[in-house]
């Protein structure tokens, strides 16, 4: 049992690999790894595939960095005014691409959002399922767009598109979709969050600044009393600060947002998001970090940048490594793990969702690997789970290393399932307007959300050239008999 469970050691080793069906089309290298032989003789070009086959693609003109469901309907960002991109044409059919799923084999568009906040989301696009509604905050810019898709999701009703006197990076809705949470990572504003009130979707209204830890993400528990910040804890170092948003909650005037706990660690950086989790009952979060504690190099060359870098400027610094180290026993890209957050002072990991990739003793090999890669190669990004009572699976973009599935029945032993590496697409180096994947494109960027449809035994998600992929599970690997 999991009481049982507790005075286990944390895993912190690569999980066991996936047992593949015999015509999958298995990875040849590390777990986790397209390698350099790979990414030069074309192999790479094709999809690896474990446990999971491709079952319908949008592609379009690529995506951004937001994916969201509704129904039978997927909205996936592409990149806009204020992102970047290394495209040499601009979009033909700007905003947030709305798509009819009814068959998942035959993703159709339907209609495409461009309103400045959904046009240009980044991370923020996110459903809020109780209340149908899908909001975004523009990209270093000040507008927040709500939408209703109560009705027909094919064609959301823009309900407001309001200046919130920020700038947008990530964010999402409390459970019952009457706060939103707008996280900001602008270099002119610094890292602040603001809290919305979207009780009435016409009319969203700022609550408060006043958070009290910077952060990249943000998340709350299911009764709207937590959040979960990811950034910078009060050591300095990079991790999860627990906060009380109990006052936010029951809209008290002016209200208080009190740490309760933090949990930091150095083998990780550029805190990502966490999703919260129970295991009979027990609160839990999955959190990921969007970059390895090798990137210290390159979170050095931001931190010398000028506030407002010239854009050609900051594309040359990206693309100059990548700038990643092997640094003693850290893991060189990011990576998620599970965290027992039932002692909130004291939060714990339980695990690390670590490939071989993101072992250190494979570090110098894999480094070859990753050259002319811009900012991210092997790094975790996004994650999303099956269930959040007793979770059974969760599955994570991994960038470089495509969409992994792992088992978490057991937070202190995990175990890959499944994987899906789409093929990289150097053959269309500048005509993707819609994506931001910088650098060589002998490996996608999956670097968006990923969401369970059960019903269907399916994943859907996107990746920054392959645009919308429908993923189906094979071989009996999910949903468990259990």
């Not at 094709?46 to 319908?56: A, D, I, K, M, T």
Request: charged share 15%; proline share 7%.
């Amino acid at each position: 049992t999991l009481a049982s469970r507790q005075a286990a050691e944390p895993w912190t080793q690569p999980v066991p690999r996936a047992q593949c069906g015999v015509n999958d089309a298995q990875e040849t290298g590390f777990q986790g790894q397209v390698s350099l032989v790979d990414r030069l003789s074309g192999r790479s070009l094709q999809p690896y595939n474990c446990n999971l086959e491709l079952v319908g693609q949008h592609q379009g003109e690529g995506s951004g960095w937001s994916v969201t469901i509704f129904d039978d309907c997927a909205y996936y960002s592409q990149v806009g005014s204020n992102s970047t991109t290394t495209s040499l044409t601009p979009l033909q059919n700007p905003g947030a691409v709305a798509l009819d799923m009814s068959d998942s084999a035959n993703p159709v568009a339907t209609a495409y959002l461009d309103s400045p906040g959904i046009a240009d989301p980044h991370e923020s696009m996110k459903v809020n399922e109780r209340r149908a509604l899908l909001g975004a905050g523009q990209n270093a810019g000040p507008a927040f767009d709500l939408y209703d898709i109560s009705g027909d999701c094919r064609q959301p009703k823009l309900l407001a598109s309001v200046d919130m006197g920020g700038e947008g990076h990530e964010g999402d809705f409390s459970a019952d979709g009457h706060t939103y949470y707008i996280a900001n990572t602008s270099s002119t504003m610094g890292i602040t969050v603001q809290v919305v009130d979207v009780s009435d979707p016409t009319n969203p209204a700022l609550i408060t600044e006043a958070v009290p830890r910077p952060s990249h993400g943000v998340t709350t528990s299911p009764d709207g009393n937590r959040a979960y910040l990811t950034g910078i804890v009060g050591d300095g170092s990079n991790g999860l600060t627990i906060v009380d948003t109990s006052q936010v909650q029951a809209r008290v005037p002016d209200p208080e947002i009190a740490i309760l706990g933090e949990l930091g660690w150095n083998d990780g950086l550029a805190a990502q998001h966490a999703i919260h989790v129970n295991y009979d009952g027990r609160p839990h979060v999955i959190f990921v970090d969007e970059l390895g504690g090798g990137a210290l190099a390159f979170v050095g060359l931001l931190n010398g940048l000028p506030s407002d870098p010239p854009q050609e400027a900051f594309l040359a610094g990206l693309v100059l490594g990548p700038p990643i180290q092997c640094i003693n026993d850290e893991a060189p890209f990011g990576m998620a793990r599970i965290i027992d957050i039932s002692d909130e002072a004291n939060p714990k990991l339980t695990a690390k969702l670590m490939l071989e990739t993101n072992d250190a003793a494979n570090c110098a090999e894999t480094l070859a690997d990753v050259s002319g890669q811009a900012i991210f190669s092997y790094d975790s990004h996004y994650c999303a789970v099956d269930r959040i009572d007793n979770p059974t699976a969760v599955a994570c973009g991994y960038q470089n290393s495509g969409i992994r599935v792992f088992d978490i029945r057991d937070p202190y032993a995990p175990r890959e399932i499944a994987y899906y590496i789409p093929p990289g697409r150097i053959d269309q180096q500048h005509e993707l307007a819609g994506s931001s994947h910088l650098g060589a494109k002998n490996a996608d960027w999956c670097s968006n959300p990923v969401h369970f449809v059960p019903e269907r035994g399916e994943l859907w998600t996107s990746c920054q050239d392959n645009g919308f992929i429908a993923l189906r599970f094979t071989n009996g690997v999910w949903p468990f008999p259990d």
